[in-house]
């Protein structure tokens, strides 16, 4: 079992950057693909970021590109978003996922992960 902790959320003004952090307790942690997902009120959770081993290897939503970066260190067993630029849009809580390479497919919708983080909470207002 993973267990995924999510730190780094807050308010922040339109324009403004926020980096989140998680942190995985699971010694096989660094062969999943991670993922970043934002869930608005009454909505499903929206995939923003995946990475599976390196930078190389991310992927972005099309809201976000540009905006954020995801980034993963192994040995410490965290995989942090940094976001920049933020919008009202951009509101919402950030939960960090995990999978296998073998439970899902293409790894951008939450079905696709088999472990999740509580969420932290971001809020981009003026």
């Known amino acids: 079992q993973v267990r995924l902790v999510e730190t780094g959320g807050g308010l922040v003004q339109p324009g403004g950057s926020l980096r989140l952090s998680c942190a995985a307790s699971?010694?096989?942690?660094?062969?999943?693909?991670m993922g970043w997902f934002r869930q608005a009120p009454g909505k499903e959770p929206e995939l923003v970021a995946r990475?599976?081993?390196?930078?190389?290897?991310?992927y972005y939503g099309d809201s976000v590109k540009g905006r954020f970066t995801v980034s993963r260190d192994n040995a410490k067993n965290t995989v942090d978003l940094q976001m920049g630029n933020l919008k009202p849009e951009d509101t919402g809580v950030y939960l960090c996922?995990?999978?296998?390479?073998?439970?899902?497919?293409?790894?951008?919708?939450?079905?696709?992960?088999?472990?999740w983080g509580q969420g932290t909470q971001v809020t981009v207002s003026a």
């Open positions: 699971d010694r096989t942690w660094s062969s999943y693909i």
């Open positions: 996922a995990a999978t296998p390479a073998w439970y899902g497919s293409t790894w951008n919708t939450a079905a696709d992960y088999a472990y």
């Open positions: 990475i599976i081993t390196s930078a190389d290897s991310a």
